[in-house]
């Protein structure tokens, strides 16, 4: 209620400036140059499925703007200072607006950094066939349409990067790749908008436990379709920490922690021989069954085999340039992520901000 100078009264709505509850830490480590990214997906989590937990705050919508600040400031004061924002391309033009609004929400709170993450989508390109020389789970970018459709979705996109606070390396805005091995034939794509919008390129393509570098497969794909677009890339990378889903993964998810060092050790070698910066992938958890994902033995949830993972993954930072990608901050329909919860509280992230903060006196 307020009163104006005639003695007239009436009721104002006014506006106060959100209070950090937390310092934030992850700013500190950016300028230090030590860069923890976490995968964010701009859900109304109304409408996605939960397994056996719910957020700390309540099934949100991260439209709503107290729910976006809270992760900001949760996020960055246990050192995450990147968001990977799923752009949900795949669901466009339906998504595009809402997740627009989200990313310059988030641009606009001044204390974190956001990239962009962009991937395959069945709306906006033609897949192979089965039995034909390209596979039908991949998207051949030599079709002009498919490169169209890049094009397209990237020149969108790129409408933000010019804010100061979208995330850039070496002054060039970062574009995160997922899902990169669906892409064949992607030289003449990925160097069309590498260079005209001085992109810094992730490709999250480092296939799952136990693949190697000399797997043949992965050889003739590398030797035929894609190693020349990959050439152009900036930076390699995996997802949630290279878990293998399905049912056939009994022996590497029981033994995981020690498949995980394995496969960071055999990928990190391959990266530098291909003279690629490599961002470490770290994920809590993952199962997605009960979801959209079909039958799999689930990547337990477990803070004590959280900090081993994590351990492990530091190990494996890059001292020129550390970076690490948690997968991820907030995909509830697949157990990865790391964000407070009722049940677990702020347990992952107290995890995350112990280590770094050794690894930073270290």
């Known amino acids: 209620m307020v009163r104006d100078s005639a003695g007239n009264e009436r009721i104002a709505e006014m506006k106060t400036p959100y209070?950090?509850?937390?310092?934030?830490i992850g700013k500190?480590?950016?300028?230090?140059?030590?860069?923890?990214?976490?995968?964010?997906?701009?859900?109304?989590?109304?409408?996605?499925?939960?397994?056996?937990?719910?957020?700390?705050?309540?099934?949100?919508?991260?439209?709503?703007?107290?729910?976006?600040?809270?992760?900001?400031?949760?996020?960055?004061?246990?050192?995450?200072n990147v968001f990977l924002l799923d752009?949900?391309?795949?669901?466009?033009?339906?998504?595009k607006g809402r997740v627009f609004n989200i990313c310059e929400k988030l641009l606009s709170f001044n204390q974190i950094k956001v990239a962009w993450g962009i991937g395959p989508s069945k709306r906006h390109f033609i897949y192979g066939k089965y039995g034909k020389e390209i596979p039908e789970w991949a998207i051949d970018l030599k079709i002009p349409e498919n490169n169209e459709s890049f094009l397209m979705l990237v020149e969108e996109l790129m409408r933000l990067a010019n804010n100061e606070n979208y995330f850039k390396i070496d002054g060039r805005p970062v574009l995160y790749i997922w899902e990169e091995g669906a892409f064949f034939n992607q030289e003449v794509t990925y160097k069309a908008v590498k260079e005209q919008y001085k992109l810094y390129l992730i490709a999250d393509w480092l296939p799952h436990i136990p693949t190697s570098p000399s797997d043949e497969y992965v050889r003739f794909l590398l030797e035929k379709y894609r190693g020349n677009g990959l050439k152009i890339v900036d930076a390699f990378t995996g997802w949630i920490g290279f878990h293998r889903v399905g049912l056939d993964a009994e022996e590497y998810v029981k033994n995981y922690e020690y498949y995980y060092d394995k496969q960071l050790d055999m990928w990190k070698h391959f990266t530098e021989e291909w003279n690629k910066d490599f961002i470490v992938s770290l994920t809590p958890g993952f199962d997605n069954s009960y979801s959209w994902g079909g039958p799999q033995i689930p990547l337990p949830r477990d803070t004590e085999k959280f900090a081993k993972r994590l351990e492990v993954a530091l190990k494996y930072l890059d001292a020129r340039r550390p970076m690490l990608k948690i997968d991820t901050w907030n995909d509830w329909g697949e157990w990865s992520y790391i964000e407070p919860t009722s049940k677990e509280s702020f347990s992952y992230l107290e995890i995350i901000k112990s280590f770094l903060t050794r690894y930073i006196k270290n």
């Open 19 to 24: 209070i950090r509850q937390f310092e934030n």
């Open 28 to 80: 500190l480590l950016y300028e230090k140059g030590i860069i923890i990214m976490s995968g964010y997906e701009p859900f109304d989590m109304s409408g996605i499925p939960r397994k056996d937990d719910d957020p700390l705050l309540g099934r949100y919508d991260t439209i709503d703007d107290i729910v976006l600040i809270k992760h900001v400031d949760w996020a960055t004061g246990y050192g995450i």
């Open 87 to 95: 752009s949900q391309n795949h669901w466009w033009p339906d998504m």
